[in-house]
C-alpha cells in the first residue's frame, strides 16, 4: 500500500479534466491551464472517458494528446490524477465483441450505449483493459506530474449474461464447499419446492425469474457476487497498474451510499478512498441534507479510517437531481470545507469546463459556455483554491471518534428485500441518519462502520436496525459489550443471519438475548397515520412505524407503552450485562426519545459536546474546529475557549459569530 500525499503532501483541489471533447478548439485547450492556475488549481483528473481517443482501432494507441494534457497542465504546476479507460467502451470494441455489453435484467443483451455498460466478466473486456491499462502505466507510471491513478469509474451495475451466470455458480460453489445441501439449507429453498439439484439450474434473479424479494438468500448472494465480480475487476485493473508502477497510488472513486456493491469489500485493494459527493443543498430540509452529506462523508473515512477525497462535487449544480438548484452565496465554501472537516484532503470537482453537448452540458462546471474565468461560480471555485492553500496544516490529519455507528449494506438489502413489517420502506438509511442527527447537533464526530469491523476502542456503538447479523457479529457484541463497552440497538435487531435464516429460540439471536436481557417476542406495524407514545419518567415521546413486544430477563424498563394492547409493556430497556451496558429501543420514536437517550449517555461517559444553535455543528480533525452554519440566517456558536481562524488570524474567545451558511476553521489558541 502506498500512502497517498507522499507524492503531493497538499490539498488537491481541481477538477475532472476532459480535453478530448475540445480537440478541435486549439484555443480552448491551450487557455484552460492558465485558467485553472487562476482558479487556485493544482490537479486535473484526466483519461476518465478517453478510451476512443487513446485506442481509436484495436491495438492502435495515441498517446500524444494526453501527453500534450499533462504537459501543458504541469507547465502551470498542475499534476495529474490519470485514469484508467475502462468506464466507458470505445465503439470498435463493442461492435467487434458483443459479449462486453450487457445483458440486462430482462435478459437482452444491451446495444452500445452509455457508459458503465461493460460486462465485468467477460475475458475480451479484461483482455482489452488490461492492455490499454499496461500501455498507461509504460508510458506515465514514471511521470512526476501523475499523482494518483483513478481507476475506472464510479463502478456499477451488473450484468446477467451465460459468463457471468457461469461465474456466479462457480462462486457459489466455492462458497457452500460445493455442497448443495449446504446451498439449499442457507436458502430454505424447499419453501415452494425451489430445492436446487443441480448449480445449474441456478439464475440470478432477473425480471423473468426469481423477484429479489422471494428467495432472499440467492437475492443476498447474487449482491454479494456482484461486488466480488465488481471488486476482481477492479483488482485486475490495479494489479495491471502496480506490477508497472508500483510507486504511484490508486483509488477508484465511490458513489453516495447506499448503493448495490458494497464498498467495504473494495476498500484493501486501493491506497485511498476517494467519493464523489452531490448533495441535494437547499432542498426544503437544508439541515437533514446536511446531516446526510456529513453521514456518508463519515462513511467513507471510515473505509480506512484515513483522509479520503472528495474526487467530484459541483461547483454549481448538478443536472440529474430532479430540481437541480444553484448553490446559494457560502454553499460551495460550506459544503466543500465540510468534506474537509470530515477527513478529505482534497475539493475536486466535476468539472472544469461545460461541454458544448452531450447530457452533462448543463451540469455545473468551474468554466462555463461563457468561457470566462471570472463570474460567481469561478470566484467561489477561486476563494477555496485559496482557502485550502491557508489551511495546509489540516491536510493529511485524522478524526478520532468515540461514537461509532453500525450502518451495514447487506444489512440494508436483507432488510429493504425481507417481505414483512413495513413492506413501502423499511427506512434503513432515514433511520440511522436520525441517530446520528443527536451526534451531529452536539458536535460529536462519530465514525459510520460497517459489520465485521473491530469494535473496542469505541466507548458507545450505536447498531440501528442491525436486522441481519452474522454469528460472527454476534460474537462481537458481546465481547465488546462484556468488556465494558456500550450499546444501543433498536427493534428488529438480529432477526437473520447472513443469508436471510431467522434465529432459532426467540429474538435478537443468540447471546443477545442475554446481551439485552430481553426476547423480543412480536412486532406491530402501524399505518402512516397511526401514532403510539412511549412513557419515559414524566415525559412522552410519540412512536411511528413500528412497535415490537419485548418480554424483559435481566434488562430494567426504563419506559413503557403508552397505548394500545400492549400499553405498560417495556418500549426502552437497559441492561447491565458483564461490566458494559446494552440499550434496547423496541419502537421507532419520531427523534426526541433517541435524543435524550443520547445526551444522557454522552454526558455519563463524559465524551466532549457543545452547545449548538439548531442547525450548526462542529466538526473536528485532530485539534482543529470546523464550526458550521447550515441556517440561511447567521448564528452566534459559544466556544468553550480561545481561539484563532486559521484563514484570517482573527481571535475568538468564548464565542463565534457566523454569517448565513457560513464556516470558520479554528485553532485552539495556546
Ligand atoms: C458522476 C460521474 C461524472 C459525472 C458526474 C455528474 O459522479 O463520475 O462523470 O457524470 O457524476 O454529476
Ligand atoms: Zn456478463
Known amino acids: 500500500m502506498k500512502e497517498f500525499g507522499t507524492l503531493y503532501p497538499h490539498f488537491l483541489h481541481g ?32 483519461g476518465i472517458f478517453s478510451w476512443a481517443v487513446l485506442e481509436p482501432e484495436e491495438g492502435v494507441y495515441r498517446f500524444e494528446e494526453l501527453d500534450r494534457t499533462i504537459k501543458r497542465l504541469s507547465a502551470r504546476g498542475i499534476k495529474t490524477i490519470l485514469a484508467t479507460p475502462s468506464g466507458a467502451r470505445p465503439r470498435w470494441l463493442a461492435e467487434r465483441y458483443p459479449e462486453v455489453l450487457r445483458v440486462n435484467k430482462a435478459g437482452l443483451r444491451q446495444h452500445y450505449s452509455d457508459r458503465h455498460n461493460h460486462c465485468f466478466t467477460s475475458p475480451i473486456y479484461r483482455e482489452k483493459t488490461v492492455a490499454i491499462d499496461r500501455q498507461l502505466a509504460l508510458r506515465y507510471g514514471k511521470d512526476p506530474n501523475v499523482i494518483l491513478w483513478h481507476i475506472s469509474n464510479e463502478y456499477s451495475g451488473e450484468c446477467h449474461c451465460q459468463l457471468c451466470q457461469e461465474a456466479f455458480r462457480q462462486w457459489l460453489k466455492k462458497k457452500y464447499d460445493n455442497d448443495l445441501d449446504k446451498l439449499n439449507h442457507a436458502w430454505w429453498s424447499a419453501f415452494w419446492s425451489h430445492t436446487v439439484t443441480d448449480w445449474a439450474q441456478i439464475h440470478p434473479p432477473m425480471q423473468t425469474g426469481e423477484p429479489d424479494h422471494i428467495m432472499t438468500g440467492l437475492y443476498l448472494d447474487w449482491r454479494s457476487f456482484v461486488t466480488h465480480q465488481t471488486v476482481d475487476f477492479m483488482k485486475m485493473e490495479i494489479d495491471t497498474i502496480r506490477e508497472v508502477c508500483p510507486n504511484v497510488p490508486v483509488t477508484t472513486n465511490m458513489m453516495w451510499t447506499p448503493q448495490q456493491i458494497d464498498y467495504h469489500d473494495f476498500k484493501d485493494y486501493i491506497d485511498v478512498v476517494s467519493w464523489d459527493a452531490y448533495p441535494s443543498w437547499h432542498e426544503k430540509d437544508q439541515i437533514r441534507c446536511a446531516v446526510d452529506a456529513a453521514f456518508n462523508h463519515n462513511y467513507f473515512r471510515c473505509l480506512k479510517h484515513k483522509p ?18 444553484l448553490k446559494r452565496p457560502g454553499m460551495h465554501r460550506l459544503a466543500s470545507l465540510q468534506a474537509v472537516a470530515h477527513g478529505s484532503d482534497s475539493v475536486q470537482y466535476f468539472q472544469w469546463r461545460k461541454g458544448r453537448g452531450g447530457s452533462e452540458k448543463f451540469h455545473g462546471a468551474v468554466i462555463d459556455h461563457n468561457g470566462k474565468a471570472s463570474g460567481r461560480v469561478f470566484e467561489d471555485v477561486r476563494q477555496m483554491g485559496i482557502s485550502l492553500e491557508k489551511l495546509d496544516q489540516v491536510c493529511g490529519t485524522s478524526t478520532h471518534a468515540k461514537v461509532a455507528i453500525v450502518y451495514d449494506l447487506k444489512n440494508h438489502w436483507a ?22 442527527k443527536s451526534f451531529w447537533k452536539r458536535g460529536v464526530d462519530v465514525d459510520v462502520i460497517s459489520v ?16 441481519s447479523l452474522p454469528q460472527e457479529q454476534i460474537e462481537r457484541i458481546e465481547q465488546y459489550v462484556a468488556q465494558g463497552g456500550t450499546v444501543v440497538a433498536t427493534y428488529t435487531t438480529g432477526y437473520v443471519n447472513e443469508t436471510d435464516l431467522c434465529y432459532l429460540g426467540g429474538f435478537p439471536g443468540q447471546k443477545l438475548k442475554d446481551v439485552f436481557g430481553l426476547t423480543a417476542d412480536e412486532i406491530d406495524s402501524l399505518y402512516p397515520e397511526e401514532q403510539n407514545t412511549v412513557l419515559w419518567g414524566e415525559e412522552s415521546y410519540t412512536v411511528v412505524d413500528y412497535c415490537e413486544l419485548v418480554t424483559p430477563t435481566t434488562a430494567q424498563v426504563l419506559g413503557t407503552y403508552g397505548a394500545d394492547f400492549y400499553k405498560g409493556m417495556p418500549a426502552l430497556l437497559k441492561n447491565n450485562y458483564k461490566t458494559g451496558e446494552a440499550y434496547y429501543i423496541a419502537c421507532r420514536d419520531t427523534g426526541a426519545l433517541t435524543d435524550r437517550l443520547y445526551a444522557q449517555l454522552l454526558q455519563e461517559r463524559k465524551i466532549k459536546t457543545y452547545a449548538l444553535p439548531e442547525g450548526a455543528t462542529i466538526t473536528s480533525r485532530a485539534q482543529y474546529l470546523f464550526v458550521q452554519n447550515y441556517n440561511d440566517h447567521p448564528i452566534t456558536v459559544p466556544l468553550p475557549a480561545t481561539y484563532r481562524d486559521l484563514e484570517t488570524g482573527a481571535l475568538y474567545k468564548g464565542a463565534i459569530a457566523l454569517e448565513a451558511l457560513g464556516v470558520a476553521v479554528l485553532c485552539p489558541e495556546a
Open 15 to 46: 477538477a475532472d479534466y476532459n480535453p478530448d471533447q475540445w480537440l478541435s478548439y486549439p484555443e480552448v485547450l491551450e487557455q484552460d491551464p492558465r485558467m485553472m492556475a487562476q482558479a487556485h488549481c493544482n490537479c486535473m483528473s484526466v
Open 415 to 436: 432488510l429493504s428485500n425481507a417481505s414483512g413489517f413495513i413492506n413501502e420502506d423499511k427506512q434503513y438509511v432515514k433511520t440511522c441518519l436520525q441517530h446520528y
Open 308 to 325: 479520503f477525497l472528495l474526487m467530484e462535487s459541483t461547483p454549481s449544480n448538478t443536472n440529474w437531481h430532479a430540481v437541480n438548484k
Open 452 to 467: 465485521g469491523e473491530p469494535l473496542e476502542g469505541y466507548d458507545l456503538v450505536i447498531m440501528p436496525m442491525l436486522y
